[in-house]
């Protein structure tokens, strides 16, 4: 079959790209290396403007119905004890990956794009004039154009040679799940040297624990009781939450050489979605609201392109414009407050400020996302 697109990567942008171009008629492929359900690293904290996305793509209300927890505050701290409590400007929500993209993913599914999880790709070969030849494990395919939304790092992008992969960075991260402490509505935010670690509640009561952190952390003794780095225990509410907490996933999840860098939104002609055009820094909990937003900016291009309303120049730099337009200032704040989160004297002084001044705290936390648009009301019987 030639597919009018192929979306690589079903993580939130890959789906969300497939989901809406489905819904507008076009015969659509979604390829997933990884078989759903799945564990995947990331903070599981959702900003409020996801909410607009998921009622677009008819989910909300599902969100809901499996128990995402709501979260109303926000509490920041430094390892020497600085500490800085924040109301969210609107409801933010925690939720597992392991539902939320397997919801995504199961809602492609019912829309009638062909879903293929355990499908790695493995080449790319084509360009928009010709059409795209797409080979993976479970065989070749073709399409009129290819989302290229297969995430923060993949071998794919070395196949590519797109230019980033060949720069070392330093940043590790690993995530797992807990039980033993009850942080409710609040999104927590310990700096440590050479890290910080967030914590919040997702669907299951359970607590997402991800940080992320300079590798030369991974080089220190791990703590002899809690087994964690020892940097990440020089913070005392975070030394205390491990102490309180017992781990409920099997093992830590971890990655590594993982990059803010913007990687670019066309490569070969590939249109880039989510974190595979860039990816904002954890701390500011915005990534997955980002990667959804992008491939909503996306879409109508996608669709003008299609239908031959627009040329193929006309088509990238248009995507370009929109794309920077709403994501390189944010990117490149996120980027500034994350170095200096990492740093024990300048993480203190921030935290101080933003308590000292909570406006500035406040303005910070909105100035890293996006607007959130209205959404509609929740029946009742789905609030409670
Ligand atoms: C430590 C850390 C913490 C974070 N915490 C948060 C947070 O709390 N809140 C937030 O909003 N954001 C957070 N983020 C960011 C967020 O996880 C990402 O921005 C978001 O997942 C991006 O979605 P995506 O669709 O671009 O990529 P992904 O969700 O990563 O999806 C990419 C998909 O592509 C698949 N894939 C890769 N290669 C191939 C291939 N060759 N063939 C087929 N499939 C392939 C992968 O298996 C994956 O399923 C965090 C990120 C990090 C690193």
């Not at 171009?21 to 995947?40: C, D, F």
């Not at 959804?292 to 088509?315: G, W, Y």
Request: glycine letters at 10%.
């Amino acid at each position: 079959m030639n597919y009018d697109a192929i979306a690589i990567g079903a993580g939130l942008s890959g789906c969300s790209a497939a989901i809406q171009l489905a819904k507008l008629g076009y015969r659509v492929l979604l390829l997933e290396q990884a078989h759903y359900p799945i564990h995947k690293l990331c903070g599981e904290f959702l900003s409020v403007e996801v909410q607009a996305s998921f009622e677009k793509l008819g989910i909300l209300e599902q969100v809901h119905h499996i128990g995402a927890q709501k979260i109303h505050r926000a509490y920041l701290t430094a390892a020497n004890g600085a500490e800085f409590r924040s109301n969210l400007p609107s409801t933010a929500l925690g939720l597992s990956r392991y539902q939320l993209d397997l919801m995504l993913f199961q809602k492609a599914q019912s829309l009638n794009v062909d879903c293929f999880d355990s499908t790695k790709v493995l080449d790319i070969t084509g360009d928009l004039k010709t059409g795209f030849t797409v080979n993976t494990t479970k065989g070749e395919f073709q399409g009129r154009l290819v989302l290229g939304a297969f995430g923060k790092r993949s071998p794919l992008d070395r196949s590519l040679g797109r230019g980033f992969i060949s720069k070392r960075s330093p940043w590790i991260a690993y995530k797992g799940h807990f039980k033993g402490v009850d942080i409710g509505d609040v999104i927590e935010l310990h700096s440590f040297p050479h890290g910080y670690c967030g914590l919040s509640q997702i669907e299951t009561g359970e607590i997402n624990v991800c940080w992320i952190a300079h590798e030369k952390v991974n080089k220190e003794d791990l703590h002899p009781s809690l087994g964690i780095p020892t940097a990440l225990t020089k913070n005392p509410v975070l030394a205390d939450r491990f102490a309180k907490m017992q781990r409920v996933s099997p093992a830590w999840q971890g990655l590594s050489q993982i990059t803010f860098a913007l990687k670019g939104n066309f490569h070969n002609d590939i249109c880039m979605v989510g974190d595979t055009a860039g990816m904002i820094a954890p701390l500011c909990g915005d990534g997955m609201a980002m990667a959804l937003r992008s491939a909503e900016i996306a879409v109508p291009f996608v669709s003008n392109f299609l239908e031959q309303q627009i040329d193929i120049d006309t088509f990238k730099k248009q995507y370009v414009i929109a794309w920077k337009q709403e994501f390189q200032t944010r990117l490149q704040l996120g980027q500034m407050i994350h170095n200096c989160f990492v740093q024990p004297t300048l993480a203190n002084a921030g935290v101080n400020l933003c308590k000292t001044i909570p406006a500035l705290g406040n303005w910070i936390i909105g100035a890293t996302r996006g607007k959130p648009e209205p959404v509609a009301p929740l029946p009742l019987t789905q609030i409670a």
